[in-house]
């Protein structure tokens, strides 16, 4: 027999049962072992996606929240400048409806204070007319008091009453 490659027949006997014996070694491995390797390659891989895809929903539903979020503040920023300017608003109508009771208190207090002064001037006149009327009594009573009785006393002080009158005061 000749030989091939100066290999002798048996070592290549040899070797191609041994390459045989590895390709079913290897079929029977990838089988065995491989796929096992392969399903646990792929639920790892599936398990990465669905965490990413989990991630990339909750940042979605984060995006979300804050925009809400957001609104909400810009909402809340406009109410609490409403509620603001409301109160200001009612700030100073309250200040205006005091300054008004202050003002019509201070013009009542104003009316009261001429009427008083009013009522005290006419009562200082009636003082001072009485006092003019006893005084010039008195002065016609001692001018006249000799020679004119109580009667013609009466009617004279009557008519000094009537020519001085409310006119005579008033002016």
């Known amino acids: 027999m000749e030989r091939l490659f100066n290999l002798d027949p048996q070592l290549l006997h040899d070797a191609v049962l041994l390459a045989i014996a590895v390709f079913v070694m290897f079929v029977l491995l990838s089988y065995l072992l491989f796929n096992p390797v392969r399903d646990f390659l792929k639920k ?3 398990k990465v996606k669905n965490n990413i895809d989990s991630a990339e929903k909750a940042k979605a539903d984060a995006e979300k929240l804050r925009a ?3 609104n909400r503040l810009r909402d809340i920023h406009k109410e609490e ?6 109160a ?3 700030a ?3 200040e205006a409806k005091i300054i008004d009771n202050a003002k ?3 013009a009542g207090i104003i ?3 001429q009427k008083q002064a009013e009522l005290e001037m006419k009562k200082a006149e009636d003082d001072i007319k009485k006092e003019i009327i006893t005084v010039a009594s ?3 009573g001692k001018v006249v008091s000799e020679k004119i009785d109580v009667n013609i006393q009466d009617s004279l002080v009557d008519d000094t009453l009537k020519e001085i009158g409310d006119q005579t005061w008033l002016s």
């Open 92 to 94: 100073l109508e309250n």
């Open 111 to 113: 009316a009261r204070a």
């Open 104 to 106: 019509a208190e201070a």
């Open 138 to 140: 008195m002065i016609a």
């Open 88 to 90: 200001r608003k009612k």
């Open 81 to 86: 400048d409403a509620i603001l300017s409301a």
């Open 68 to 70: 809400e979020y957001e």
């Open 44 to 46: 790892r891989e599936e």
